[in-house]
């Protein structure tokens, strides 16, 4: 078959079975594989980390009842010892608090990022940033230098293994919206002329899902704006990684392929069948590893962690 035909039905098979894990797992490096430029060839890879949600609050406090913080120690001393891995990011919601009851508002405090920074401090790969709707922009940007190679307008860029890694951020004012801004989405087709290769790296999902409640209260809000970039970058793209949901899932946006990355403290699930429910699940937390190539292709691995455990539940 043409590799167009290939990828047509690949994407077809990834939007059917994209919230199985156990079976995404194992077609993930097939899917990687056949939506890279370039697939088959004898390739050096360099390994990245991307990691979500890790919602650190305030020492000795829990969150939901889940002991986040014990959860987020564990992940950042396992990642120390990855010496493979040459880069770590984290999509958003590092931190989180327990001191603003009030949900849709709450985002971290002084002392949640205190020790968030005390928690990643055993890191010794570059520690890139975004901020998340549980974050508070001033404070991470405070207490994680900034270690991307250029921030303008929402888009962050940084170089690694000759492919550009490219943030978006999707708080554009004092609440966070899910929503980019006119000189974000300008400033993203800027970055990606500039780019040979680019990997796009968010918070908020960029993809429509089967889930009309996600679609309309926890996805970027104008998304249908980010079509016309993908169409035109599209030979560009390696792929879209996003966080938020505390999801797998894998989904193809005008060409592009689109990962959920999941969160390490908890995880939530879409109900097949439901039509709008999401509801918290036993589905295993964990990461990405990207294995990045200079001439285009994507490898992506599933890591699983045990996430965070109910106070007192060892």
Not at 50 to 60: A, C, L, N
Not at 102 to 123: F, M, V
Not at 242 to 254: A, D, I, K, P
């Amino acid at each position: 078959l043409p590799i167009a035909a290939i990828r047509s039905r690949g994407a077809f098979l990834l939007r059917t079975l994209s919230q199985r894990p156990t079976i995404c797992a194992k077609i993930e490096r097939v899917s990687s594989w056949l939506f890279s430029s370039g697939g088959g060839k004898d390739m050096t890879l360099q390994y990245m980390t991307v990691t979500s949600d890790q919602h650190i609050t305030e020492m000795d406090t829990t969150l939901y009842g889940l002991d986040t913080n014990s959860s987020a120690r564990d992940l950042f001393v396992d990642l120390s010892k990855e010496t493979f891995s040459k880069l770590v990011v984290s999509l958003g919601d590092l931190a989180d608090t327990t001191l603003n009851p009030i949900r849709d508002q709450a985002t971290g405090s002084i002392e949640a990022y205190q020790y968030a920074r005390q928690l990643t401090r055993p890191l010794g790969q570059p520690f890139l940033t975004i901020p998340g709707n549980h974050d508070n922009p001033g404070l991470l940007s405070r207490f994680f230098s900034n270690q991307w190679d250029s921030n303008r307008n929402g888009v962050s860029v940084r170089a690694f293994n000759y492919v550009h890694l490219v943030g978006l951020d999707g708080r554009t004012g004092p609440e966070a919206t899910g929503l980019f801004a006119e000189a974000t989405l300008e400033e993203l087709d800027r970055a990606l002329d500039k780019a040979m290769k680019a990997i796009l790296l968010t918070h908020y999902p960029v993809a429509e899902l089967d889930n009309p409640w996600i679609n309309e209260n926890l996805s970027v809000k104008n998304r249908e704006q980010l079509r016309p970039l993908f169409r035109k970058h599209q030979t560009k793209l390696l792929g879209c990684l996003s966080g938020h949901l505390h999801m797998r899932y894998t989904t193809v946006v005008e060409g592009v392929v689109c990962h959920g990355v999941p969160s390490t403290a908890f995880m939530f699930r879409s109900e097949f069948g439901s039509g709008d429910r999401i509801s918290v699940s036993n589905d295993p937390c964990g990461y990405l590893v990207l294995g990045v190539d200079p001439e285009g292709s994507l490898l992506v691995h599933h890591e699983y962690t045990r996430g965070a455990q109910r106070a007192g539940v060892d």
